[in-house]
């Protein structure tokens, strides 16, 4: 191998991907990278730009002509709940990316085959000599399918649910009912299943890790222990 190792985590919406993720790199001393991001900045951009989610053509122009700049780790405190910092054509969009109207229209956008055309491009770029922890949902499938470490993260969806209401609190965000947000991310997990090009979906190879009722760090604690037993540097 003449690159660095790359683990590969995957999973649907809430099961603790970022949290894992940024956790298990600072572990293994390896780049933190959240492609979700990258969907989440252009679809911003989409609504930003007042263009339909479902309009295909304005927004294959659109993503082929913006500048997205994603900062791998971030130990950046002001930006604790925000750990990958992203920039779009310039400007900051980190906060403005988590927002519940970009969260419920993600999903249409990153549906389309020019925005995961180009995004798949870059994200493989940033891949190129190694040393990543990259999350998303098609990681382990389509960007990195070459991962010497795959991770798919399961919760419940009353768990994931509970999770992110936590989130919304400590982030000073509007409170949503429990129910709501489960249909939320019961609405999202289906439509990223069930896409036609790259869905979620787990990797042959991908080891499978349901996080209910487990702490981060014993989360983080076993992929740990699954890299160092698995992975030569
Ligand atoms: O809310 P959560 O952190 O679970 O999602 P995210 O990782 O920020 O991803 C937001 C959305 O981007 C997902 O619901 C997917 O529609 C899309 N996504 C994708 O299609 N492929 C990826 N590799 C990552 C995210
Ligand atoms: O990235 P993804 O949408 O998969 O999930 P996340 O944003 O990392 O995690 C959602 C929330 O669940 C965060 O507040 C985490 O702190 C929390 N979490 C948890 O309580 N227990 C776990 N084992 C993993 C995450």
Do not use: H
């Not at 002001?78 to 920039?87: L, Q, V």
């Not at 709501?180 to 991310?185: H, M, N, R, Y």
């Not at 042959?204 to 487990?214: E, H, K, S």
């Amino acid at each position: 191998r003449d690159r660095q190792p790359i683990v590969a985590i995957d999973g649907p919406a809430g099961a603790g991907k970022s949290t894992v993720a940024r956790q298990v790199a600072q572990r293994l001393n390896l780049l933190y990278l959240d492609s979700g991001a990258m969907y989440r900045a252009v679809t911003w951009l989409v609504l930003e730009r007042g263009i339909d989610v479902q309009d295909e053509v304005a927004i294959a122009e659109l993503v082929q002509d913006c500048e997205i700049r994603l900062e791998a780790s971030g130990n950046d405190s002001a930006f604790a709940a925000y750990p990958s910092r992203i920039w779009l054509n310039g400007q900051e969009v980190t906060q403005a990316i988590r927002s519940t109207a970009v969260t419920a229209a993600v999903s249409a956008v990153s549906a389309q085959p020019t925005v995961r055309e180009v995004l798949l491009r870059q994200q493989q770029q940033y891949g190129i000599t190694g040393g990543v922890v990259m999350e998303g949902r098609d990681i382990g499938t389509q960007v990195f399918p070459q991962a010497e470490l795959k991770v798919f993260l399961t919760a419940s969806v009353g768990e994931r649910a509970r999770r992110r209401q936590r989130d919304l609190a400590a982030q000073e965000q509007p409170a949503v009912s429990l129910s709501d947000l489960e249909q939320a991310i019961d609405d999202r997990d289906r439509k990223d299943s069930s896409r036609r090009v790259s869905p979620l979906r787990q990797a042959d190879d991908a080891i499978a890790l349901n996080t209910d009722g487990l702490a981060i760090e014993d989360v983080v604690n076993k992929i740990v222990q699954l890299f160092e037993s698995r992975v030569e540097r």
